[in-house]
Each structure stands twice: as structure tokens, then as C-alpha cells.
């Protein structure tokens, strides 16, 4: 908890291409591109393990 205030980056991860589409869509019309992202499961897992 004491690197919280440092986290710079924040990732929504679902599991429906659906969901995912709209997350990024609203992502993108907020203007969070810089601070948020939205991923897939599979995608997520996938960069964990590189």
C-alpha cells in the first residue's frame, strides 16, 4: 500500500469482446487513454507471462 499512491496506470479486464469494445470506446471518449486501459483475459494472461 505504500507504492499506491505511484500507480500511474489503471487495466479493466473482461472476458466478452463486447464489453471490451465498449470499455475502450469509453475509455478513448473520456480522455483516460493516458491512465486506463481495457484488456482481454487471454491478452492480459498472455503479457503476464512474457
Given at each position: 500500500?505504500?507504492?499506491?499512491?505511484?500507480?500511474?496506470?489503471?487495466?479493466?479486464?473482461?472476458?466478452?469482446?463486447?464489453?471490451?469494445?465498449?470499455?475502450?470506446?469509453?475509455?478513448?471518449?473520456e480522455g483516460l487513454?493516458?491512465?486506463?486501459?481495457?484488456?482481454?483475459?487471454?491478452?492480459?494472461?498472455?503479457e503476464a507471462v512474457?
Open positions: 500500500m505504500i507504492n499506491y499512491p505511484e500507480i500511474t496506470k489503471i487495466i479493466s479486464v473482461t472476458t466478452t469482446p463486447g464489453c471490451l469494445l465498449q470499455m475502450q470506446l469509453g475509455i478513448e471518449r487513454s493516458g491512465k486506463m486501459r481495457g484488456d482481454h483475459i487471454e491478452d492480459l494472461l498472455a512474457k
